[in-house]
């Protein structure tokens, strides 16, 4: 869970700023509006496929980009 002391000379926005960061680092708000409606298997798994051939697509292309320049 992020925290961050704020120093004395510190103002608020920039401890603010600092939490945000460490939040997005943390991927907090991302997991806070996957779990904020319930999801079927059926579409966690449909949404593994999907994201699974985007990523396998993506590598074709870069192999393909780079045995073009060779």
């Known amino acids: 869970m992020p925290g961050v002391k704020a ?12 939490f ?3 939040a997005d680092r ?4 991302t997991e806070c509006r996957a779990r904020r409606f319930f999801e079927p298997m059926t579409e966690k798994r449909k949404k593994q ?3 699974a051939r985007k990523k ?4 074709l292309y870069m192999l393909r980009r780079y045995e073009s320049r060779l």
């Open 56 to 59: 396998m697509l993506k590598r």
């Open 49 to 51: 496929k999907i994201n």
């Open 7 to 18: 120093r004395e000379q510190e103002s608020f926005e920039e401890a603010y700023r600092k």
């Open 26 to 29: 943390n991927l907090i708000v």
């Open 20 to 22: 945000k960061k460490q």
